[in-house]
């Protein structure tokens, strides 16, 4: 990918100005009117600013307004685009521009820029809500992000001016929102590029090793593409049907995520090219997938119809993988030329604003849904992490019992699969089947399964579920059940702060200017001298019982790393690394401390068995018995009833260690129903 040729002189700006205009030729007059009206407005008022490549800042908002035109959108977006910098880096209000431009314009240019909150400590917070708003203004008007795109792909195009830390946080940004974002609006062409152009800075080794191979290897691929193309071609005139074949080779970014995801080396990947078959209609595509097998051997477990099942995006297209007989592996796409058309293009393609009308609109995306909900739901401080798990991750296609289709993250589980249809569900699920066969409620879930959850009034949440679950939405849900219901866990910034148990009530000595503070760990209330029960207290301050969880600053604790906390007179648990050296000069450190871990981390042991007993009825109630008994707690588990009468059960259960499930299945096999006790493979 080549750097882009940089425009310095006024002569050059002239000449590309003059170059766009004629690139506006399909709208009416009066819209290129107010078009080149915009753009010499953005001149004028850009005239003295300068990019960090030296050019003139007009060629960033002319480079927008051409990605709008290729993703041919309307003169309003155009517009909007050309002039979408002016309220951040001008002088002029929104209120002259929308007397200028009109409500339309004005509102999206509001919509892309940045929110400035003053005195920020943390520019992520900035930039968080910045992202926040804009995607909020999308659910109103599509051609905000649009904008937004089109922007980023120009400043990833120039991004090698910029100072190497600011090249990674930049890239990072984009890999990590907006990339999948072009993903999840169907449009591939933009996705592509950003991935590629992340991938340039954020491991520029890697980049140009895939560079130098893809390069080094064009000719003789120009070759083999050719020599498919002819057999293809060959083949669909002998049956009369009329297409159009594009080669290609897969990009970078892809072909590093194959190396990465297969751990294999550069030279390992075979599998990196592809052609592209375009034609008429849904029926032909299937008959061209038929000839293409015919033609070559197809590869087991590579056939995709996303025709009869397409992407929530609206993509559509057969994808299939064959074995040539140069015995290199080929990627075969087949679809229509509509739908080559939303695959380039996606959301853009459907959203064709006409005289303030829109033209041809499909229904709202399900994206835009999922964000307003999102939006609505998830407090400002999850709104990241929600926003790139539950949003713009890579999703399976899962069914419920009545058929209805449910789209979730890759490596949900049947848990996350609960609170998706209701909290109510999820908060009593019990267990799962996927395909009418039990399933571990820890499994990931796989594409097409039909997915059945089993409830129970006794089920409830449970701290191990934090370690495995993969959605934001249900890893809030149980957070909250278990600092409602939960009074030994306290859980905040994705740490579990554990109260001390079985310990002698703790009287701290009041400080001048902190009468009345309670700095217990809720075995006693401060100064008082009264005795509470240490089983149903929580961690307190001054009788608080929801206190905020902080890292802290000096060793900034990541997960995985090993962590002590302690309670600050004023500022809730602060959480520490447990080798930090400010540790030493806490005062009465000894008395404050407190045991956390971090959620999605467990020290503890996990059993699989089978039980078979007699058909009696409290049986689950008398084997949840048994686990208690022994300091267990179940985390899974089902009983039916087999063909003999008697019932067969499977369950999971969490143990301090490993070996205290002997005196479970001891505790077990003396239930006098009980039959047989079995372990089953662990998961």
Same mark, same amino acid.
């Given at each position: 990918?080549?750097?882009?040729?940089?425009?310095?002189?006024?002569?050059?700006?002239?000449?590309?100005?003059?170059?766009?205009?004629?690139?506006?030729?399909?709208?009416?007059?009066?819209?290129?009117?107010?078009?080149?009206?915009? /753009?010499?407005?953005?001149?004028?008022?850009?005239?003295?600013?300068?990019?960090?490549?030296?050019?003139?800042?007009?060629?960033?908002?002319?480079?927008?307004?051409?990605?709008?035109?290729?993703?041919?959108?309307?003169?309003?977006?155009?517009?909007?685009?050309? !002039?979408?910098?002016?309220?951040?880096?001008?002088?002029?209000?929104?209120?002259?521009?929308?007397?200028?431009?009109?409500? +339309?314009?004005?509102?999206?240019?509001?919509?892309?820029?940045?929110?400035?909150?003053?005195?920020?400590?943390?520019?992520?917070?900035?930039?968080?809500?910045?992202?926040?708003?804009?995607?909020?203004?999308?659910?109103?008007?599509?051609?905000?992000?649009?904008?937004?795109? &089109?922007?980023?792909?120009?400043?990833?195009?120039?991004?090698?001016?910029?100072?190497?830390?600011?090249?990674?946080?930049?890239?990072?940004?984009?890999?990590?929102?907006?990339?999948?974002?072009?993903?999840?609006?169907?449009?591939?062409?933009?996705?592509?590029?950003?991935?590629?152009?992340?991938?340039?800075?954020?491991?520029?080794?890697?980049?140009?090793?895939?560079?130098?191979?893809?390069?080094?290897?064009?000719?003789?691929?120009?070759?083999? !593409?050719?020599?498919?193309?002819?057999?293809?071609?060959?083949?669909?005139?002998?049956?009369?049907?009329?297409?159009?074949?594009?080669?290609?080779?897969?990009?970078?970014?892809?072909?590093?995520?194959?190396?990465?995801?297969?751990?294999?080396?550069?030279?390992?990947?075979?599998?990196?090219?592809?052609?592209?078959?375009?034609?008429?209609?849904?029926?032909?595509?299937?008959?061209?997938?038929?000839?293409?097998?015919?033609?070559?051997?197809?590869?087991?477990?590579?056939?995709?119809?996303?025709?009869?099942?397409?992407?929530?995006?609206?993509?559509?297209?057969?994808?299939?993988?064959?074995?040539?007989?140069?015995?290199?592996?080929?990627?075969?796409?087949?679809?229509?030329?509509?739908?080559?058309?939303?695959?380039?293009?996606?959301?853009?393609?459907?959203?064709?604003?006409?005289?303030?009308?829109?033209?041809?609109?499909?229904?709202?995306?399900?994206?835009?849904?999922?964000?307003?909900?999102?939006?609505?739901?998830?407090?400002?401080?999850?709104?990241?992490?929600?926003?790139?798990?539950?949003?713009?991750?890579?999703?399976?296609?899962?069914?419920?019992?009545?058929? +209805?289709?449910?789209?979730?993250?890759?490596?949900?589980?049947?848990?996350?699969?609960?609170?998706?249809?209701?909290?109510?569900?999820?908060?009593?699920? !019990?267990?799962?089947?996927?395909?009418? &066969?039990?399933?571990?409620?820890?499994?990931?879930?796989?594409?097409?399964?039909?997915? /059945?959850?089993?409830?129970?009034?006794?089920?409830?949440?449970?701290?191990?579920?934090?370690?495995?679950?993969?959605?934001?939405?249900?890893?809030?849900?149980?957070?909250?059940?278990?600092?409602?219901?939960?009074?030994?866990?306290?859980?905040?910034?994705?740490?579990?702060?554990?109260?001390?148990?079985?310990?002698?009530?703790?009287?701290?000595?009041?400080?001048?200017?902190?009468?009345?503070?309670?700095?217990?760990?809720?075995?006693?209330?401060?100064?008082?001298?009264?005795?509470?029960?240490?089983?149903?207290?929580?961690?307190?301050?001054?009788?608080?019982?929801?206190?905020?969880?902080?890292?802290?600053?000096?060793?900034?604790?990541?997960?995985?790393?090993?962590?002590?906390?302690?309670?600050?007179?004023?500022?809730?648990?602060?959480?520490?690394?447990?080798? /930090?050296?400010?540790?030493?000069?806490?005062?009465?450190?000894?008395?404050?401390?407190?045991?956390?871990?971090?959620?999605?981390?467990?020290?503890?042991?996990?059993?699989?068995?089978?039980?078979?007993?007699?058909?009696?009825?409290?049986?689950?109630?008398?084997?949840?018995?048994?686990?208690?008994?022994?300091?267990?707690?179940?985390?899974?588990?089902?009983?039916?009833?087999?063909?003999?009468?008697?019932?067969?059960?499977?369950?999971?259960?969490?143990?301090?260690?490993?070996?205290?499930?002997?005196?479970?299945?001891?505790?077990?096999?003396?239930?006098?129903?009980?039959?047989?006790?079995?372990?089953?493979?662990?998961?």
């Amino acid at each position: 990918m080549k750097d882009m040729p940089l425009i310095n002189t006024p002569e050059q700006v002239d000449e590309m100005i003059q170059s766009f205009s004629k690139e506006l030729h399909h709208f009416e007059k009066e819209e290129q009117d107010r078009i080149m009206e915009a /753009c010499l407005w953005a001149r004028e008022l850009h005239f003295h600013q300068k990019r960090a490549s030296g050019e003139f800042y007009i060629i960033h908002p002319l480079s927008v307004a051409r990605t709008l035109l290729e993703l041919q959108l309307d003169a309003t977006a155009v517009i909007a685009g050309l !002039l979408h910098d002016i309220l951040e880096d001008t002088a002029v209000k929104r209120k002259e521009l929308e007397e200028r431009f009109g409500s +339309d314009v004005a509102r999206i240019v509001a919509g892309v820029t940045k929110i400035n909150i003053v005195n920020v400590k943390n520019k992520s917070v900035q930039e968080r809500e910045t992202i926040r708003k804009m995607l909020l203004a999308m659910n109103r008007d599509i051609r905000v992000i649009l904008i937004k795109l &089109a922007d980023k792909r120009h400043n990833m195009n120039t991004l090698q001016y910029m100072r190497p830390d600011k090249q990674k946080r930049i890239a990072r940004e984009c890999l990590d929102i907006y990339a999948p974002l072009a993903g999840k609006l169907g449009i591939y062409s933009i996705k592509t590029e950003l991935e590629d152009l992340c991938l340039k800075f954020l491991k520029p080794h890697v980049y140009k090793e895939i560079e130098e191979f893809l390069n080094r290897e064009m000719g003789e691929r120009h070759d083999f !593409l050719k020599k498919i193309e002819e057999t293809i071609l060959t083949a669909t005139r002998e049956e009369g049907i009329a297409v159009t074949l594009k080669a290609r080779s897969k990009h970078m970014f892809s072909i590093y995520r194959k190396m990465k995801t297969k751990g294999r080396e550069l030279s390992e990947i075979y599998d990196f090219l592809g052609i592209r078959i375009l034609c008429r209609t849904s029926t032909q595509c299937y008959t061209l997938l038929g000839l293409v097998h015919h033609i070559y051997k197809p590869l087991d477990g590579r056939f995709k119809d996303y025709i009869a099942m397409p992407k929530e995006n609206g993509y559509k297209s057969l994808h299939t993988s064959v074995m040539t007989p140069a015995g290199r592996p080929l990627e075969v796409q087949i679809r229509t030329y509509k739908m080559n058309e939303t695959a380039e293009y996606g959301v853009a393609a459907h959203w064709a604003y006409k005289e303030g009308r829109k033209a041809g609109v499909h229904k709202q995306p399900p994206l835009l849904k999922k964000l307003k909900d999102m939006s609505e739901k998830v407090k400002s401080s999850e709104f990241m992490d929600s926003l790139k798990q539950d949003i713009l991750t890579d999703t399976i296609v899962v069914f419920t019992p009545q058929g +209805d289709t449910i789209e979730l993250p890759k490596g949900s589980t049947a848990i996350d699969f609960a609170y998706h249809i209701h909290s109510h569900i999820g908060e009593h699920c !019990l267990s799962a089947k996927a395909n009418d &066969a039990i399933i571990p409620l820890n499994r990931p879930l796989k594409s097409t399964q039909t997915v /059945c959850i089993q409830t129970s009034p006794e089920a409830h949440p449970h701290l191990n579920w934090l370690r495995f679950l993969k959605t934001n939405r249900a890893r809030s849900k149980v957070r909250a059940w278990l600092n409602k219901h939960d009074s030994d866990v306290l859980i905040d910034r994705n740490v579990v702060a554990r109260k001390k148990s079985r310990l002698n009530p703790v009287c701290l000595p009041e400080k001048k200017g902190e009468k009345g503070k309670d700095l217990s760990l809720g075995e006693g209330t401060g100064n008082t001298g009264k005795m509470m029960d240490h089983q149903k207290v929580g961690v307190s301050i001054n009788r608080e019982r929801n206190l905020m969880i902080h890292l802290a600053g000096c060793c900034k604790p990541a997960p995985g790393d090993r962590i002590i906390g302690f309670i600050s007179r004023g500022r809730g648990i602060i959480v520490h690394k447990s080798d /930090c050296s400010n540790l030493q000069g806490i005062h009465d450190f000894e008395e404050r401390k407190i045991h956390v871990e971090w959620e999605n981390w467990s020290n503890k042991a996990i059993e699989s068995f089978r039980v078979n007993a007699r058909n009696v009825p409290d049986l689950f109630s008398e084997l949840e018995g048994a686990i208690r008994k022994q300091g267990g707690h179940l985390v899974s588990g089902s009983i039916t009833e087999t063909d003999r009468g008697d019932l067969e059960g499977f369950f999971s259960v969490e143990m301090n260690r490993i070996e205290d499930y002997k005196k479970i299945a001891k505790n077990i096999r003396a239930i006098p129903a009980v039959m047989n006790i079995q372990k089953e493979k662990r998961y």
